[in-house]
Nanobody, 122 residues
Framework: VQLQASGGGLVQTGGSLRLSCVAS????????VGWFRQALGKEREFVAA????????YYAESVKGRFSISRDNAKNTVFLQMNILKPEDTAVYYC????????????????WGQGTLVTVSS
């Protein structure tokens, strides 16, 4: 599975962005997908995950109520809608895929996209 993340950019505090993660290669519908982020000088952290069916979702406490993950398996695409953005959301955002279900640990994901930069100005 190859993953391509996009949609990052510069936004003001309180603004919104929608990230996309497009998969290519082998069948994508069996994979759960997670979003992670890594701020400068910090470790990569879990943001959200969605099961392959889209029924189960899981969020980090820091984004719960502000971010929403969804997927369109017909288009091999997973979305991360980010609302009420804060400066502390500034990071490179990565999507990743796994057959292990909705996991919050990066090591449980087998395929990774290249990352897209989100910058939230104060």
């Amino acid at each position: 599975v190859q993953l391509q993340a996009s949609g990052g950019g510069l936004v003001q505090t309180g603004g919104s962005l929608r990230l996309s993660c497009v998969a290519s290669g082998r069948a994508f519908s069996g994979y759960a997908v997670g979003w992670f982020r890594q701020a400068l000088g910090k470790e990569r952290e879990f943001v959200a995950a969605i099961s392959w069916s889209g029924v189960s979702t899981y969020y980090a406490e820091s984004v719960k109520g502000r971010f929403s993950i969804s997927r369109d398996n017909a288009k091999n695409t997973v979305f991360l809608q980010m609302n009420i953005l804060k400066p502390e959301d500034t990071a490179v955002y990565y999507c990743a895929a796994t057959l292990r279900g909705t996991r919050s640990t990066a090591s449980e994901y087998d395929y990774w996209g290249q990352g897209t930069l989100v910058t939230v100005s104060s």
